[in-house]
C-alpha cells in the first residue's frame, strides 16, 4: 500500500469488548496537503478491504494528501463479533467511531484552520451512519460525502425470522429484498451471518429518519444511475437544503449499487469536493 506508514489496531471503548479494527493510513509520501483526516464507513456485509482498499479509495486518498482512518464495523472484515447485541445498534456504533476518531487526533473544526475537523465517507449502511454521525456531530465533522444514500433503510424491512427459518432448515424466503441481502451476507466466506443478522436486528430497533436529524456541513450524495436508491437523492438533498445546508448530487453513468463505489468519476468527485 502507498503511503509513509499505515498503523493498525484494535479499538476497545469503555463500558464493552467490541473490538474493532482500525487502520491509520498516512499521505502519500511528499503529498501531505495539510488538511483534515477522513474517515471511511463502509457498507453492510463488506469491510474496509473490500470497499476501501480493494477500490483504490484509500490510495487515491493518500495520492490526495489526505490521512485516512478506516474501520471495519462489528461483525465485519476484521472486527470481532461481539454478543451483546448493543454493541451493533447505530447509535453505538457512531459512539465508538467518535472515539476512534479521537484517539486518532481528530479535533473540533476551527475556523481558518484547514487541519481541524474530519471529513466523512459513507457507502451505502455506511452513507446512513455517516449522515447521523455528520449530524449529531456538528463541531466535528466538515464535509460528507454519502455514497448510495436512501432515504428509507433497507435493512428495516428484513424478515429475520425467515432468514432464520432459511438457514436452518432451508425454507424459501418469500421476501426478494429479505433474500437479497442475506444471498450478498453469505457471498463472503468469512462473514459471521449470526453478527450480520445481529446487526441487522439492533438496526430495526433504531429506524432511520433522516428528516429528524439533519446535517448542516455541505454534502456530496452520489449514486450509480442504475441504482434504484437514487430515486431519493432528490429528498435528501431537499433536507439539507430545508436545514440551511448544502447538498450536491451526482449520478454515476453505467453503474448500480454494487459497482458504483469502484467509479473513478466517484473518487475524483470526492477528492474535488473535500478538498472545497
Same mark, same amino acid.
Given at each position: 500500500?502507498?503511503?509513509?506508514?499505515?498503523?493498525?489496531?484494535?479499538?476497545?471503548?469503555?463500558?464493552?469488548?467490541?473490538?474493532?479494527?482500525?487502520?491509520?493510513?498516512?499521505?502519500?509520501?511528499?503529498?501531505?496537503?495539510?488538511?483534515?483526516?477522513?474517515?471511511?464507513?463502509?457498507?453492510?456485509?463488506?469491510?474496509?478491504?473490500?470497499?476501501?482498499?480493494?477500490?483504490?479509495?484509500?490510495?487515491?486518498?493518500?495520492?490526495?494528501?489526505?490521512?485516512?482512518?478506516?474501520?471495519?464495523?462489528?461483525?465485519?472484515?476484521?472486527?470481532?463479533?461481539?454478543?451483546?447485541?448493543?454493541?451493533?445498534?447505530? /447509535?453505538? @456504533?457512531? *459512539?465508538?467511531?467518535?472515539?476512534?476518531?479521537?484517539? $486518532?487526533? #481528530?479535533? !473540533?473544526?476551527? +475556523?481558518?484552520?484547514?487541519?481541524?475537523?474530519?471529513?466523512?465517507?459513507?457507502?451505502?449502511?455506511?452513507?446512513?451512519?455517516?449522515?447521523?454521525?455528520?449530524?449529531?456531530?456538528?463541531?466535528?465533522?466538515?464535509?460528507?460525502?454519502?455514497?448510495?444514500?436512501?432515504?428509507?433503510?433497507?435493512?428495516?424491512?428484513?424478515?429475520?425470522?425467515?432468514?432464520?427459518?432459511?438457514?436452518?432448515?432451508?425454507?424459501?424466503?418469500?421476501?426478494?429484498?429479505?433474500?437479497?441481502?442475506?444471498?450478498?451476507?453469505?457471498?463472503?466466506?468469512?462473514?459471521?451471518?449470526?453478527?450480520?443478522? /445481529?446487526? @441487522?436486528? *439492533?438496526?430495526?430497533?433504531?429506524?432511520?429518519?433522516? $428528516?429528524? #436529524?439533519? !446535517?448542516?456541513? +455541505?454534502?456530496?450524495?452520489?449514486?450509480?444511475?442504475?441504482?434504484?436508491?437514487?430515486?431519493?437523492?432528490?429528498?435528501?438533498?431537499?433536507?439539507?437544503?430545508?436545514?440551511?445546508?448544502?447538498?450536491?448530487?451526482?449520478?454515476?453513468?453505467?453503474?448500480?449499487?454494487?459497482?458504483?463505489?469502484?467509479?473513478?468519476?466517484?473518487?475524483?468527485?470526492?477528492?474535488?469536493?473535500?478538498?472545497?
Amino acid at each position: 500500500m502507498s503511503g509513509r506508514h499505515t498503523g493498525e489496531h484494535t479499538h476497545t471503548v469503555e463500558g464493552t469488548d467490541p473490538h474493532l479494527h482500525v487502520e491509520v493510513h498516512e499521505p502519500a509520501e511528499g503529498a501531505d496537503a495539510g488538511l483534515r483526516p477522513v474517515l471511511l464507513i463502509h457498507g453492510f456485509s463488506s469491510s474496509s478491504k473490500l470497499n476501501w482498499v480493494d477500490t483504490g479509495w484509500i490510495s487515491t486518498l493518500q495520492g490526495a494528501g489526505r490521512r485516512v482512518i478506516s474501520v471495519d464495523l462489528p461483525g465485519h472484515g476484521r472486527s470481532a463479533s461481539p454478543e451483546d447485541l448493543d454493541s451493533y445498534s447505530p /447509535s453505538r @456504533i457512531r *459512539a465508538d467511531l467518535l472515539q476512534i476518531v479521537f484517539d $486518532a487526533g #481528530a479535533r !473540533p473544526v476551527r +475556523p481558518g484552520d484547514p487541519s481541524s475537523g474530519l471529513d466523512v465517507i459513507g457507502y451505502s449502511l455506511g452513507s446512513r451512519l455517516a449522515w447521523e454521525f455528520g449530524a449529531t456531530q456538528p463541531e466535528l465533522v466538515h464535509r460528507l460525502v454519502l455514497g448510495g444514500p436512501n432515504k428509507e433503510d433497507p435493512l428495516a424491512s428484513f424478515d429475520l425470522l425467515a432468514a432464520q427459518r432459511y438457514l436452518a432448515d432451508g425454507t424459501p424466503i418469500e421476501d426478494e429484498s429479505t433474500a437479497g441481502l442475506l444471498k450478498m451476507a453469505q457471498l463472503l466466506p468469512s462473514n459471521d451471518l449470526f453478527a450480520l443478522l /445481529s446487526l @441487522i436486528e *439492533a438496526v430495526k430497533s433504531e429506524p432511520f429518519d433522516p $428528516a429528524e #436529524a439533519v !446535517p448542516h456541513m +455541505p454534502m456530496l450524495l452520489v449514486a450509480g444511475e442504475k441504482d434504484e436508491r437514487a430515486t431519493t437523492m432528490p429528498a435528501l438533498a431537499e433536507l439539507a437544503a430545508n436545514a440551511g445546508g448544502l447538498a450536491e448530487q451526482l449520478l454515476v453513468p453505467g453503474r448500480n449499487h454494487t459497482n458504483a463505489v469502484t467509479s473513478r468519476v466517484f473518487k475524483d468527485a470526492a477528492v474535488a469536493f473535500l478538498g472545497a
